[in-house]
């Protein structure tokens, strides 16, 4: 069989191929990240390449236009290399993975939440899953002839009150050497049990006094981004962070897509060693910018959805997509990280988060138990926004949660220029009421290459207000702009010429972003509704939101509110919580009454399936408008809209 040698560009990358081999398969193998919202099948246009030399077989869809198959552009999922080519990805086929690690403003209508390291000592509750003690121990002589490992256990009995002890065998290997390199002079190790009254196991032990090098690593595995932080378990600081995006993007960019993948042959193990290896580039990059020995690194908490879990652990999520939507386990035992492949010494433990059903995972559980919702006497709602929206309503005494599909529009599928919140995209917008001429901010201050998740909310919200469009999403065809047209039987508003753009085509919001927009957040509304509605209460009964997600860490509150994605509430009772599965995955490392607690938490937790639930679908019709078709749910936009209405009279 032939063999051609494919070149990308602008990233001056080559590999050979087989003659046949899809063009997608071929930039994955090379190294080049090329956007597939639909993990290949050609539906959502999003990967286009421009073919400078050579020769493809296919690749031409009708998501591309006549003037775009002229200029070269193919899709790279349905085209085949037939010969030797020189292929350049597109800016807005592409992603960044720098702007996961800039610091974003935060919104001033609402309060950010961090925790409270000096509040959990107060409380009692810094009390780390792994504990470092120093040891000046008596040497061996002749009247004195207690084994090491003996004279270590004693010790911790006699002069910290350590009892129920058990050594690792990888200990009793070493420590006799480790004694005598130290004088006996040690620091032992000890990794504390959930329950009280079980074992507390001495898992490693250092030559000289080492317990003030005493750290924890913190892991968000998102489908897709993986977050690290490295703690000093010593001050509760984080010391480094750092993100990377998850690299079985390249194999679905939706947990669906990667079940299915991993049900393929060698799928699993393929699936496991890629999201391992993103994390071990996490815990690299953490290390290196605290400049610490890894061997200080003493356990590793972990927290990601349903099927990112069992993809970690090498668990087939299989029947997670199979009614009736069941996970293999909602609760794993500490596993040693490098039985896993993380770049760990043999002693430190992998924490995981435990998840209460298929589509409400451990990332929720994490950040119901960082953001304290789980200890708090007030009505509270929960919500993690993205392409799955995952919902929990309660407070101490009881919480039910529920999943909902709100699609890809958070994060720029189904959106014409829809894209990442990577440099060039639009993320925030603003109309002049007289020309209706816009105002574009895109991330890194350059020309909008298209739009974010956030920038879509604030610039949906900002048309309506202006009374660009009306409540079902439909431009005002009477308006005196060039802006609105028509193309393609499609009305749409022109955020930037062709000639402004960083993309040289228009960049525009059309009726059907629009529609895409009102469905994710008609899901999401509607099942906060229904949720509400199961329990016996309103959402007037709702006392605070945390709200969570890398998204929603973004979002602008009040527009947010404007388009009907959260109800209408004082802004100083919404809070953002950022990467609630970080924040929980952090307290974990911190306190080992986090581990305590969340199976009591759990079992609290009443899983509702939106599918099979009557009245979702009403709420979801009737949220399919802007922001609602019962208004009186949001008094205060109402009466902000009539005002105007009456000022243009």
Known sequence: MSSFKVKFLPHNKEIIVSDGRKLIRAAMEAGVHINASCGGEGLCGKCRVLLEEGELEGGISEKLSREDIENGYRLACQSKVRSDLVIRIPTESTIDARVLNLQSTPRKTARIRKIDFNQLKEEGLFIPPVEKIYLELTEPDAQDHLPDVTRLVSFLKLQHDEHRLVVDMKVIRRISDIFREGGFKVTAT??????????????????????????????????????????????????????????????????????????????????????????????????????????????????????????????????????????????????????????????????????????????????????????????????????????????????????????????????????????????????????????????????PRGICGSGLIIMVATLFEMGLINNLGKFDRDLDTQRIRERNGVHEYVLAWKDDTGIDRDVVITEIDIENLMRAKGAIYSGCQTLVEEVGMSMADIEQIYLAGGFGS????????????????????????????????????????????????????????????????????????????????????????????????
């Open 554 to 649: 973004y979002v602008d509150i009040e527009k947010a509110i404007v388009i009907g994605l959260l109800p209408e509430i004082e802004h100083e009772k919404i809070t953002f919580i950022g990467n609630g599965s970080l924040m929980g995955a952090k307290m974990a490392a911190l306190t080992n009454r986090i581990r305590k607690d969340v199976v009591e938490v759990t079992s609290k937790m009443t899983n509702f399936e939106l599918s099979e639930t009557v009245s979702y679908m009403d709420n979801y019709m009737a949220a399919l408008f802007l922001p609602h078709t019962d208004m009186e749910q949001f008094p205060k936009l109402k009466a902000r809209l009539e005002a105007r209405v009456q000022s243009r009279r």
């Open 190 to 447: 000890l990794m504390r049990p959930v329950q009280e009254g079980r074992k507390t196991h001495i898992v490693n032990i250092h030559s000289g006094d080492t317990s003030g090098c005493h750290y924890a690593i913190a892991i968000d595995v998102g489908t897709t981004t993986i977050y690290g932080q490295l703690i000093d378990l010593i001050n509760g600081k984080t010391i480094s962070q750092y993100g990377e995006f998850n690299g079985q993007i390249s194999y679905g960019e939706d947990v669906i897509s990667r079940i299915v993948y991993a049900e393929k042959p060698g799928g699993l193990e393929k699936l496991q060693k890629v999201v391992i290896g993103s994390i071990n580039k996490v815990i690299n990059r953490v290390v290196k910018r605290a400049d610490i020995d890894k061997d200080c690194i003493s356990t590793i908490t972990m927290a990601g959805n349903t099927t990112m879990t069992q993809l970690m652990l090498n668990v087939n999520p299989k029947y997670i997509r199979r009614s009736p939507y069941v996970p293999t386990s909602s609760i794993y035992p500490p596993i040693r990280a490098s039985d896993l492949g993380i770049d760990l010494g043999e002693q430190v433990a992998a924490l995981v988060y435990p998840q209460v059903s298929s589509y409400v995972g451990g990332d929720i559980v994490s950040g119901v138990m960082g953001s304290g919702m789980y200890r708090t006497d007030k009505l509270t709602l929960f919500m993690d926004i993205g392409t799955n929206a995952e919902i929990v309503i309660g407070n101490r005494e009881w919480m039910a949660c529920a999943a909902c599909s709100a699609g890809p529009a958070f994060e720029g599928g189904g959106i014409e220029f829809g894209m990442r919140a990577t440099k060039g995209a639009i993320e925030d917008f603003s109309i002049d009421p007289v020309s209706y001429e816009p105002m574009n901010i895109t991330i890194g201050n350059v020309r």
